[in-house]
């Protein structure tokens, strides 16, 4: 849960999108803001937005692909070693393991 509370605070940093905030964080648990789902009044420009923000999320670079710390996909362990290459990352750290 600290890893999961440490990327959500990373998305969050950007400000692209509504992240939910990390509102308790225990040994066994995670408590999450409530974003209520509500249908866009305007779902072009909904849609507008979302990839807007979405695009500059994506847009957030850094020295190396990878993160100082591992984190999980579900209950799997997720190796981030940084590699200056995204495809040896890639192949490293996704499906190779």
């Known amino acids: 849960f600290e890893a999961e509370e440490d ?3 990373r998305l969050r940093a950007v400000g692209a999108l509504r992240v939910p905030r990390v509102l308790e ?3 066994r648990h995670l408590l999450l803001e409530h974003l209520p789902p509500r249908p866009p009044a305007d779902p072009a420009a ?3 937005r979302f990839a ?3 695009a ?3 847009r957030v670079v850094a020295g190396a692909f990878g993160l100082e710390r591992d984190n999980f996909l579900g209950l799997q362990p997720q190796a ?3 590699s200056l290459s995204w495809p040896d ?3 490293r ?3 190779l393991p």
């Open 7 to 9: 990327g959500l605070a």
């Open 25 to 27: 964080r225990g040994e």
């Open 46 to 48: 909904f849609s507008r």
């Open 52 to 54: 807007r923000g979405l």
């Open 56 to 58: 500059d999320q994506h």
């Open 80 to 82: 981030n070693a940084p």
């Open 89 to 91: 990352f890639y192949r």
């Open 93 to 95: 750290r996704r499906p």
